[in-house]
C-alpha cells in the first residue's frame, strides 16, 4: 500500500466517476447528494445508471522466463522509456521506508466499545496445535536466489500461491518461485527464480507495466484453471494517450473504445535473468533532501496490469494486459470467482472512496481481448471480494460477494456494530445491467479498529520506544469464500483493540442461503493475552476448518508468525487449537512504523485442506525483515509430506 497526498488531492477533485482508459467501467451513484456523507450499511442501495466502456489498451502473450533477454531494470532507463515519476517505487523513496529518526507518535489508548468483551477468547484452545507440514525462509534479508539477493521495501505486502508443483511469492517490488514436493521436485523450499523485479512478468509488454517496477503486487493461483494470475498496479500517471477519452458526464451513457490492434500477441515465458552470485545487500537512500528535484508528474492516467498463465507452471507463458485507470489504484486484492477477476482498490488516503473492478476472467483465461469494469464507490471501507477457495463453484450466476468493515477512519469513527455487504452482478454482454447492490449491513459484535486504524504507532516491541502500524481499520486479506455441499461459508478477519489492552484478531464465519443472501454464523476475538495478535488472514479447507495466520508481538516478546484454527463441529466461536509458532522474532523493527500491510494464506490445490500462510519477522541482529512461508494441516488432512 502506498500513500501519496498528490495522488490523493487528484482523486478528491472527483465527484463523479472518471473515464477508465482501457478499461470497461460502471459508475455507480448514489441518489441524493454528497454520497460520502453517508455511513456504510445506513439502508440506502447504490444502483447503476451509465458505464463507460473500454478495452485493454496493451495485452500481448509474453516469452518463457528462459527465452527473454535483458536487464529489466535498464528498461527503465533506456532511450524513449517512460521516466519513472515520483509516485513510482524506489529504494530511496520516503514512502518506501521511514528514516529511524521518524517522530515517535504517542500510542492511541486502547479502549473498546460495550458488548465487545462479550466475544473474546481469552485463553488458548486445548486442541494440539496445526501439524507445520513444512516451512522454509522467503523473500527478505538473508534471501538468496538463483538471482542472487536485493534489498526488500517496507511495508512488505506479503503475497502467497500455491500450484500444484510451485509456490509462488511477492514481497512489494520483488518476486521469487520455489519448489513444492510433489511429482516434479523431491523438496519444498528450493528457490528456481529470484529475488527479480516483479514487472519481470511484463517483461517485453510495451507500456508502463513493462517499464514501471511498482509494489502492491499480488499473485493468485486460479484452482478453478490451474492458472497464476498476478497483478501489478501503477502508481504513476502515464503520459496522455492520443485516445485518451475526457472525463464523461452522468448523462453519456456507455462508451466502448477503440482496442489497441494486434494485441494480445503470442504468449512467451518469463525472462529468467542470469544466476548471479551473493551480494552485500546495499542500503537503502534516505528520504529525499527538501529541495532535491522530483521527476515532472504526468497529466494521464494510471493503470492496471494482470498476468495470467497460459498453464500450470510460473514461468508461464502469460498472457498480459493493461488496463488505464483515472483512480489511483492503491491496494489491489484480486479474488477469484467463475464470471471474473475482482480487483477492489483505495482512491487515496485523503478521500473515502473505493474502486471495485472486475476483469473478464473468460476471454483472459484464452488470451482474447478482454474489458475491465469498475464501480466507484463512495463513503466505504476498504473493499474485499470473495475469492474461491477450492473447487466446489458458486451457484449458476451467483453475484460475488463484497464486504467492508464499517466506520470512517478519515471522520475519526473507529467503531461500529456491523459488516457491510454488497452482491457485485457482472454482465459482460451488456455492461449497463452490471451492477453493485447494497450496502446490507450484517449486525456483528461491537469492535474498535486496533490502534485507531491504519498509519498509527501502536504495536510495542521490547527495548525501543519505536511502535508498529496495525491497519485496524479494514478487513485483511483474504475474504474467503468455501462451498461444502449447500453449504456456502465466508471467513474475514481484521484486528480490533481487546477489553485487556493489546489487539485481538476479530474473525467471522458468514453463511449464504439459497437466495444469495449474507448472515452471521459464528464470530469470536482471539486474545489469549494482553499482547498484540493483529493483521491475520484466514483460510477454510475442504472439511470445514478454519485456520488462521497473524503477527504476534508484545513488550516481552519481539514480533514474529504464528497460527491457530478450529474444527467444523467445535464450539461456535473458539479457535480451539493452541497457537503453532511459524516464526520467532529476534528483533525489533526499528527503521519505521510500517509492520507488514498485510499477511498471507493461500490453499494447496493438489489435496484442497494443507493452508500455506506467509508473514515477516527480523532475525536477531537484524534491522531489515525476513519473511517466512510455512504449510499447516487440521487433523484429518492426510496431504504429503512437503
Known sequence: ????????????????????????????????????????????????????????????????????????????????????????????????????????????????????????????????????????????????????????????????????????????????????????????????????????????????????????????????????????????????????????????????????????????????????????????????????????????????????????????????????????????????????????TSTGDAVIQKHACVADRARMLKGADATEQCVIVDGVNFLNNADVDGKQLPPPGAPNIVMAAGGTQLKKVMEDDGIYVWKFHVNWADSSRTRLDGPTKVPVAPYHYLCDGQLTSCVPQPGTDRRL???????????????????????????????????????YEFRLDRRGDVSLHQQGTYAPDSGFRWLGSAAMDRFGNIGLGYSSGSESNFPGQRFTGRLARDPSGELTMKEAVLATGGAAQTTTVRWEDYTQTAMDPTDDCTIWYVGDYLKRGDSRYSTRIGAFRMPGCNGRKW
Not at 73 to 93: C, F, K, R, W
Not at 484 to 501: E, M, R, Y
Open 1 to 344: 500500500m502506498r500513500w501519496y497526498a498528490a495522488a490523493a488531492a487528484t482523486v478528491a477533485a472527483a465527484t463523479v466517476a472518471a473515464v477508465i482508459i482501457g478499461t470497461t467501467v460502471l459508475t455507480v451513484l448514489r441518489d441524493g447528494a454528497n454520497p460520502s456523507e453517508r455511513i456504510p450499511g445506513s439502508g440506502e442501495r447504490s444502483s447503476s445508471r451509465r458505464a463507460v466502456v473500454h478495452h485493454a489498451v496493451f495485452r500481448d502473450l509474453s516469452q518463457p522466463l528462459r527465452a527473454q533477454t535483458g536487464d529489466a531494470d535498464a528498461v527503465a532507463t533506456s532511450p524513449g522509456a517512460i521516466e519513472h515519476p515520483v509516485n513510482s517505487l524506489s529504494p530511496g523513496d520516503p514512502e518506501s521506508e521511514s528514516s529511524p529518526s521518524d517522530t515517535v507518535i504517542p500510542a492511541p489508548k486502547i479502549v473498546t466499545p460495550p458488548g465487545s468483551a462479550r466475544i473474546e477468547q481469552r485463553v488458548e484452545g486445548s486442541r494440539a496445535a496445526a501439524m507445520i507440514a513444512a516451512d522454509f525462509g522467503g523473500l527478505g534479508a538473508d534471501f538468496v536466489g538463483p538471482q542472487g539477493n536485493a534489498p526488500m521495501r517496507n511495508p512488505s505486502d506479503n503475497s502467497l500461491a500455491v500450484g500444484p508443483n510451485h509456490i509462488v511469492q511477492i514481497v512489494n517490488s520483488r518476486m521469487a518461485i520455489f519448489t513444492k514436493r510433489g511429482k516434479q521436485f523431491a523438496a519444498t523450499g528450493t528457490p528456481l527464480y529470484g529475488p527479480v523485479e516483479t514487472s519481470n512478468v511484463f517483461r517485453g509488454f510495451a507500456g508502463a507495466c513493462d517499464t514501471h517496477n511498482n509494489g502492491d503486487a499480488v499473485v493468485r493461483y486460479d484452482q478453478l484453471a490451474d492458472r497464476w494470475l498476478i497483478v501489478m498496479p501503477i502508481f504513476s500517471r502515464l503520459p496522455l494517450r492520443a485516445k485518451e477519452p475526457a472525463e464523461p458526464r452522468a448523462s453519456d451513457g456507455a462508451v466502448v473504445s477503440e482496442p489497441r490492434e494486434s494485441q494480445p500477441g503470442a504468449a512467451v515465458e518469463l525472462y529468467q535473468p542470469p544466476h548471479a552470485a551473493p551480494t552485500q545487500l546495499p542500503v537503502e537512500a534516505g528520504p529525499r533532501p527538501a529541495g532535491a528535484s522530483k521527476p515532472p508528474a504526468e497529466k494521464g492516467s494510471y493503470a492496471m496490469c494482470y498476468a495470467v498463465s497460459t498453464g500450470p507452471s510460473p514461468f508461464g507463458p502469460y498472457y498480459r494486459y493493461e488496463f488505464m485507470r483515472p483512480l489511483f489504484p492503491d491496494y489491489p486484492r484480486p479474488a477469484i470467482w467463475p464470471d471474473g477477476y475482482y480487483v477492489p
Open 469 to 507: 502500524d496495525a491497519q485496524g481499520d479494514k478487513l485483511m486479506a483474504r475474504l474467503v469464500y468455501r462451498r461444502i455441499g449447500n453449504q456456502q461459508s465466508l471467513v474475514a478477519v481484521h484486528s480490533v483493540n481487546t477489553s485487556i489492552g493489546g489487539g485481538g484478531v476479530r474473525w
